[in-house]
């Protein structure tokens, strides 16, 4: 177009509307299509001819422990929700490590299978000495997840595979191996291992005294201090830049003298180790005894679309995460209400669909600054 | 833009407040009848099969039926797991809600039951498939699942040399191994074994109660290299065996597949009056749930085990299938009096199957809990 060389944006083009901010804020956009997401479920509950104010008085139990329907209030059920919001944090972050360094991990699910079986395992044999054996049992599953994760970004940077494929691949690697693993545990059946220790547990009296007993564990400070690391490594350090630039552009990194193989093995281990401690968060804070998979529990899975929805950012990621924990925890509370379980399902589709309106906002206002250009800056909205 | 952004939003914002004056709906007593709440693992009651039995049961006991739910929501309803760690808040969930009776199908949910039950003595649970939580609150009901596969066994034999088959080999696809799989495996084989004592057994376990693209792709191998018939016991994963079985069947091919826990007869159908599952093995979790709610509405409820047998009408075979003939299913009938008489004894596990004699030795069968 001839009106791109016509010169730098005019005065007028300064001229911020309440449009042009919105669609700058990615986290105004953000919250549009979470909104989109619970109006097409509302409308969707109504052509089903239940009662929507159900769905959200379910929302209500979950956020605030509040039951509008029966007047009871129960704390338990916000712990629930951060206890189902947990994982799916960790996940999360797991994805827009590795999303915000260029690259796509869908091996979460993996890597949180690798964490999990590896703390299970610490959990069974490790020294019983209360404080230091979870800690253990944490160790193990962040090196477990790592170690998943760092494999692939070697293969990546080595043998150029693709981390896509790779990734994929060992998810499955991932749970046939833990299952095996697991069963050679002497006691364990084909679906669990003898009970754990108590000192093995991420279990917090005060956390479980605060919400009725719910499962909330001492987990909540590792996904606190893991959302404070992601922000200080990706914004703030040195490393953050490296692995960041190597993702904008592998071969302009390696000319300005950034280790290539060593920044995205390093990013695929930091991305694996978010979801290894998902993994033991879900194993020594939600189970008392240790798991042989009969399925994959699908938190890595979801972390994907909770990493998009948060725009890959630590506080996006953080609430993004919240919202799918409760969509999650809000699910049986729903069904106990006569609104379908798939509803949340299709909520949370369509917020992962909708957000693909980033793009089209982006794009109108492109548009936007071309035709203030052509009319050569002159004319008001 | 603007303004259609505005637009939609207030029409949402509208709708969200319409509604919200409305009553919820909640379990509320409309009769003498106890309310029950089912909770289920990941499949839900669409299973087609184990799930789908015990919600059938709860529909009988109180008049409604698949088609026809009137009462959900108010006397009974549902609530479905989607991950194993939702098992222990949706038990304190329904335990919070009041209901008379809380029903949970299958082991998986034994260890979640036991925790809860202990916390909530005042409610009442039932479980099906499991005898180990004993608590004082909770009714454990398990079922002769041997005797009923052995009737499913019995038949397919009989079909198998009906049908004038050279060397037929039978297979069984399981889902997860554990002792309760295992009655099913080992009860079939006898079955087959008490008519064709050389008959060739096969058997493959998907580790998975979900997977059925696994049982499918076991099904085609078996079938091609001469298999009869296939009995599932996998929950969903054993649809993938039918579905193979009808796509076989509808080109001609003479394979069968074997139901199991419900009469999964319509699920195999593949033409007009045909189907591709020769019989099912019944497991009737129905009577499990009815006899749960009898006991509760008639304040009897015991803390008790429950065993379930071909005696009790608990387990029995489906003699829906027309091609099963009149002669087979007299044989099977007289096969099931036998058994209810104690004149043929069906061993339950493994390690006393193995002792009989030809029984095979290296199947993947477990009695390991």
Redesign the interface.
Known sequence: MASDTTGKPQPATLRVG??DAFIASDGAISL?VV??G??CG??LI?AVGR????M??ALLQTLTGFD???G?W?A??IG?WLT?SMPLILCGLSMGFAARTGLFNIGAEGQYVMGLTAAQFVALYGPRISGLHWALALLAGLVAGALWGALVGWLKARYSVSEVVATIMLNYVAYFLS?FLTQLIPAA????TPAYPETALLKNALFERLTN???LNTGLFVVALCVLFYWFVIERTKLGYELRATGFNKEAARCSGIKVTRSITASMAISGGFAGLAGVI?ALG????G?VL??L??YGFNGIAVALVGNSTAGGTLLSGLLFGML??A???M????IP?EVTWIISGLVVVFISLRAGFRM?AEWRQKRIAEKGGTRDE | ??RS?LA??SI?LA??AS????P???PAETSNLPTV?LLTD?T?IDDKSFNAAAWRGILEFYGDSWENQAK??KSY??????????Y???L???S??KYDLIVVTG??WA?ALN?VAK?YPNQKYMIVDVDWVPNPNVMQVTFSEHEGSYLVGVAAALKAKADGIKDPKFGFIGG???PVITKFEVGYIQGIKSILPEAKIVDYYA????KPELAKAQAKNWYDSGVYAIFSAAGGTGNGTIAQAKEYRSQGKNVWAIGVDSDQFADGVYAEGKSAVLTSMLKRVETASKYALEAVKNKAFKAEVVVLDTKSEGVGFSDKNPELGADIVAQVNAAKDKIVKGEIKVVPTYAEAKALPGFPQNLQA?D??
């Open positions: 309440a449009l549009l909104l989109l619970f109006l509302t409308v109504l009662n929507p104010a159900n959200y008085a509008i329907t029966r009871t129960n338990r059920y629930e189902a299952r059946n084909t679906y669990r007993g719910s499962r879900v939600s189970f008392g005894y798991r009969g399925g529990d699908n999650a925890s699910q049986p509370l069904q106990s209400r006569q379980k109108i | 833009m603007k952004v939609l939003l949402g709708l969200a509604s919200c004056g409305k919820a709906a909640k709440r990941a839900g959900k929501g309803d549902v609530v479905t797991a989607q991950t194993q760690d939702m222990v808040p949706n304190k969930q329904a919070d809600e082991f998986t260890d925790e916390q997860i191994p554990d580790n998975d109660w979900g477990s390991k809990q």
